[in-house]
Structure formats: C-alpha cells, structure tokens
C-alpha cells in the first residue's frame, strides 16, 4: 500500500547512483533477533524504492510493505531522507504495537537520499499480515510527517533566507543604521575634542585645558555607550537568526517518546510558580506590623502572591533588627512572639509561606568582656569572642580568620566552627518546626562561605532559600558599563557554592534594569551574547528578580528604582523567568503602580509563567525592548514601536 509523505516531496535532485555508499545497522541496543547479512532483497527493494522516488516515476512511494522480500520476515521500507533518530522512534512506535523489529537498516545513497529497511515480525514470529499493516499504517505515517529526514544541512539555500526574511524587518534595518550612525557621530565628536586639545596643549592656559580633558572624558563615554548599543542590536538580531535556524533543523518528537515534565526545581525556587512579596519597609518597625500584615494577609493572596517575605524577628540592637542580639528572643519592634505566631498562622490559612529573614553573618553581644569589648553573648546561645572572626579586632576575635566580606558594625560569626553551626541549625529548626516559617531569606551572604548556607538549607529543609548577595556593579565614568558578565558570574559562583539549593536577589538585573529605563537604554536588556541580562540569563531558577527593597529603596534611598518607571520595570519582571518580588512600597503606596501589578501578576498565572520560562529577545535598541516568552506572551517596553505581528504596537507600558 502507497501513501503520500507530502513533507518529503520536491526535495531532492532527480538522479540516484546505481550503488549504495553505505550499508550498516543502526541502534542495535534496542533491537531483538538477529541481523542475517545474507537476505539483502529489502535492500534491493529499498535501493529501488529511492531510486523512483528521486527520479520522480513514483513520487509517492515513501513507506512500503513486502511480505515476498523476505522468506521469514515483513521487509519495511521507509525512503527519504535521513534522521538518524527517526530510527529509533520508529522502533519503539513498532514495539509498543507488538511488532517485533528483528533488525534495522540504514542505506545512504548519493545526493543525501536513504532508505531505512525494517525485518520486522508479530511476537509469535509470524509475518505481519496485510490487515494488520492497516492498522500499522497510519500511526506510522503520523509518526513520519513529524520528522525532517536529510544527510545533508536542515538549512541551506531558499529556506534558510526565507527564514531569515521574516525576523528581520525595515525597522530593523533602520534601528541598526541609526545605531552605527551614533556611533559614527560619538566617534568624530571626541576625535574633534582630542585635535582641539592637541591645538592647546602647548600654549594654551591650564583652565582651557582641563575643561577641555573634561569634554574628553564625556566624548570617550558617550561613544563607549554607543558601541555598546550597536553590539545588543547586533547580538539580538544574530540570536534571532540562530533561533531561527535552530527552529527548522530542529527535530519534532511525538507526545508518547517525550520525558515527563519536571514539576520542581528545588528548595531555592519553592515550585517554580512563586511570587514573593516583601512585607514591610525600612520604617514598618515603627508600627504594630505583625498586626498590620495579619489583617491583609487575605488581601495579599486575592492579589497572586505565594509568600511573603518578613523582617527579621530577633532582639536587636537597631530596631529594623538588622544587628540581632539575641536569636531566641522573638519581641522585637514589629510586635511580640505571640503576635509572629499569630501571624504565620493567618498567612498559611491564606495559602501564603512564611519567608523569615535570617541575620546569622553576624551578632550583637549583650556585654563588654574580660578586655573591655562587646564580645560576651547573652540568653540561650552565651557565646564568647572565641566564635567570634579573628579579622574583628575591634571586637576582640579569637575564632579563625574569614576569606569572605567583613561587616564592621558588629562581632562577625565564625561559621567555620562545628559549634557555631549546630547551634544555628537548631535554631533554624526552631524557627521551622515551632514558630512556622516556611523558607529563608539570608541577609549579607557575602559575609560567610556559600557551603555552610547548603548546610543550613539541607539541615532544615525549607520549602524557598534565597540570598542577598549585594555586589557592586561595574561603572566608567559614573555610567553603568554595558558588560557585568563577571557581576553576574560571582552571583552565579555564590548560588554554585551552596549547591544550588539557594537563589539569589539579581542585583545585575536590577541594576541594568533601571539604567536601561532612567536613560532610555533598552539596549542595556541584552548580554554581548543576545542573551536576557542579570543572571536571570544564565541561571533563571536562582534568580530572585526585583526592583525594589527596604535598603535601595523606602527612606534610605540608597539605590532607588526611578519611580516614573516602575511600572515598565514590573512589566519585565512579572512576565519574565526567575522568581519575581514586589516591593512593599509599590504595591500599596501608589494606586496606578498597583493596579498595573495585579493585571501582570494575573497574567503570570493565567499563562503559567513560571522561573524557567523560555526567553526569545526580539528587540533591544534605544527605545524599545520586546521579548516572547513561551512563545505565549509579548512584552514590550519603552516608546519604541513593536508588535509580533507588525512594526505597529500599543504603548502600555
């Protein structure tokens, strides 16, 4: 029986050589019975079979059935051209219809053109009667319409620039002249200020001259940005050609031979589908807040949240409980240990968890000692400046010398010592199994080895770890440099050093994000590689993505999110993989904020976005950013025009 494999079709020259290059079996891991060199009339069929494909006498005859080609066996031949998976997926479509594949066989022509020949039998070794290729047949014809069979590239000549033609568009074309044409301007603008002080140098006054090295120093940054902007477009658009190609090569596989979907991604990321608030700001210390956040808890999850991000809730010595004293006293300034308890209890009635922010890299002590420094602990852990770090003089450490960042405001802990250790965990444990929390957020991990953090987590096992590993980003001229690879990387290096098992706050993504939108910059939102920035491009599940929190933001100001622009800035966020925080300030301090929060949030979930989506950057230049994610969602910002369909867009965002 002859049926079409329209896919195949017009896509080989029209002459075979008489003689097969290559003869050999394939995969024979999985195949049962044994191959006998000496029947090769399927072969010869198989040879013939190509042969009238490619010379178009019998253009339809891809798949066919003899049961006279072979005296113990249903010869199968598959023409067209080669994919050497398609071999095994045919294999294991046969065996679970109860056909046993005695052997299998590759037979490479020129031109590209094979045949698969299959000795196939039923399990009691009988032929594979007519009637039962009936049923056979059109499973195994689904099967082939799926795949792209060829020796030689997926694409070349026609397809692969008819591809091409439909990702770049005149926009583009214009966004990349105007890019070179900035440069080109940026580069005569400082090649002029550089021939001007050239001209003064030897006689001109020293005011002229150093106001002039100024201008210098503004034209040299100003044309590193627009070589930097050049590089995204260039980098985005070779990305998108890449995928392009990758999209057509690509092999389609069936429903039934695809692994099962990996429902979790570990301790770090809870489920994969978390939206972390953070509840409270710099100045919630100041009210009844335990009170405050059990009162909207219920609000909180109407609005899409899944945890809640808390302040630290020890005895402090600074109100905001950022210099603990002591661990196991819970009265603090946002309320009593009854009211915490309270408050867990309310958020998990809610369906919320309960993120507890955890300041271990260093202790308040609650006496002077022998020496007359603060370094004799009080209540339940009574520790002395032996767990003290021995590089705190100030505070008299003996305990050993630490690699990692020192915090000089207060007694630096020793987490190197087995003692130090147990007695956190226990506490931690404390924390999970008697109070309720239900994951941690480390405060200042660059304080303290990575792998004790993964001692931490596997000791206690909360449902989400993440960290703050607030780095420096890299700066010339007082402007954020365009590449932060190694930022990122000793981010990445942190969250590697804990085994995985804890995220981290993307200070590279939040950095980029806001210059990117402060200075019109979209440019900013992609790699050298066209990959998305921050290690929300590298590492999406470790990747805690914010804006916001109570130190660059709220009344510090230490390193604030441009306000007009939080909304674009949530607009990446929520659509985008890594695992979104909202910034308490945003989402109850200003309505139209608000209010553009909870349509994103709904638009996560209604599409399930999740830490892991797939990112497909469409444009970075100066005015405008787009991506798809998951081939579901588009997302613009900035004021340039875009839209998957055409060069028109809505302005939203």
């Keep these: 029986m002859i049926r079409p494999l329209t896919a195949f079709r017009g896509t080989y020259g029209k002459s075979l050589g008489a003689s097969a290059k290559t003869s050999h079996e394939l995969c024979p891991r999985i195949l049962r019975g044994r191959w006998r060199p000496g029947r090769d009339a399927g072969i010869v069929a198989a040879q013939q079979a190509a042969s009238d494909v490619l010379d178009g006498s019998d253009e339809e005859e891809i798949l066919s059935f003899s049961n006279s080609a072979d005296d113990s066996c249903t010869v199968m031949n598959v023409c067209g051209r080669n994919d050497t998976v398609l071999l095994m997926q045919l294999t294991a479509l046969l065996e679970t219809k109860g056909i046993v594949v005695a052997s299998a066989n590759l037979n490479a022509f020129e031109h590209g053109a094979v045949c698969n020949v299959f000795r196939i039998t039923e399990i009691d070794g009988a032929k594979v009667s007519e009637e039962r290729w009936k049923d056979l047949e059109p499973d195994l014809l689904k099967l082939l319409n799926k795949s792209s069979k060829s020796l030689k590239p997926a694409i070349h000549g026609a397809l692969q620039m008819e591809d091409r033609s439909t990702i770049i568009k005149e926009s583009d074309i214009v966004a990349l002249e105007a890019a070179a044409a900035e440069m080109a301007n940026a580069a005569a603008e400082l090649v002029s200020i550089e021939r001007e002080i050239i001209g003064v140098m030897a006689e001109g006054p020293s005011e002229v001259i150093e106001e002039k090295q100024l201008e210098r120093a503004e034209a040299n940054s100003m044309l590193e940005r627009k070589i930097s902007a050049l590089e ?134 609650h006496y002077q000692g022998d020496d007359g420094k603060w370094n004799k602990f009080g209540g339940r852990l009574a520790w002395d400046n032996s767990v003290i770090c021995s590089n705190n003089p100030e505070f008299g450490g003996k305990g050993n010398y630490k690699q990692q960042e020192d915090y000089v405001a207060a007694p630096n802990l020793d987490h190197s010592q087995e003692r130090v250790r147990k007695d956190i965990i226990e506490w931690l444990l404390w924390l999970r199994k008697s109070i309720g929390f239900d994951g941690w957020r480390f405060d200042f991990v660059k304080g303290y080895d990575g792998k004790y953090v993964a001692e931490y ?106 306000w007009d622009h939080v909304s674009e800035g949530y607009a990446y966020l929520l659509t985008h993989p890594g695992t979104p925080c909202v910034f308490f300030d945003h989402f109850f301090y200003d309505d139209k904020i608000r209010e553009d929060i909870l349509k994103l949030i709904d638009i996560r979930k209604r599409f399930g976005l999740s830490n892991k989506s797939e990112v497909s950057v469409q444009k970075a230049y100066n005015d405008v950013y787009a991506a798809i994610i998951n081939k579901k969602i588009a997302v613009k910002i900035g004021p340039g025009n875009w839209s998957p369909n055409d060069d028109s867009s809505a302005r939203e965002w």
Excluded at 235 to 247: H, S
Excluded at 534 to 557: A, K, P
């Design 232 to 365: 995204a477009i260039l980098a985005t658009r070779r990305t998108l050609m890449e995928k392009a190609e990758k999209e057509v090569a690509k092999e389609t596989i069936p429903e039934y031979l695809m692994p099962p979907p990996i429902s979790t991604t570990g301790p770090a990321a809870g489920n994969g589908y978390e939206i972390i608030l953070q509840g409270f700001n710099w100045e919630s210390c100041n009210e009844d807040w335990y009170q405050k956040i059990s009162d909207m808890a219920p609000e909180f999850a109407a609005a899409g949240f899944t945890a809640v991000w808390l302040p630290p809730v020890s005895d402090s010595v600074s109100k905001q409980g950022y210099l603990p004293r002591d661990y196991y006293d819970l009265n603090s300034k946002y309320g009593t240990e009854a009211e915490l308890r309270e408050m867990i209890g309310v958020l998990h009635e809610n369906g919320l968890k309960a993120i507890a922010d955890i300041v271990i890299n260093h202790r308040c002590a």
């Design 457 to 562: 987590v596997n000791a206690t096992v909360p449902e989400m770890a993440f960290g703050e590993y607030w780095d420096t980003c890299s700066y010339q001229d007082g402007v954020l440099s365009f590449n932060q690879d190694s930022h990122r990387q000793r981010t990445i290096d942190w969250c590697d050093a804990t085994g995985g098992t804890c995220a981290a706050f993307d200070f590279t993504l939040k950095g980029i994000l806001q210059e990117a939108v402060s200075r019109k910059e979209y440019w900013r939102l992609v790699d050298s590689q066209g990959r998305p920035s921050g290690v929300l491009g590298l590492w999406s599940s470790r990747s805690i993505t914010f804006l916001e929190n109570h130190d660059t933001g709220s009344t510090l100001q230490h390193w604030p999110f441009p």
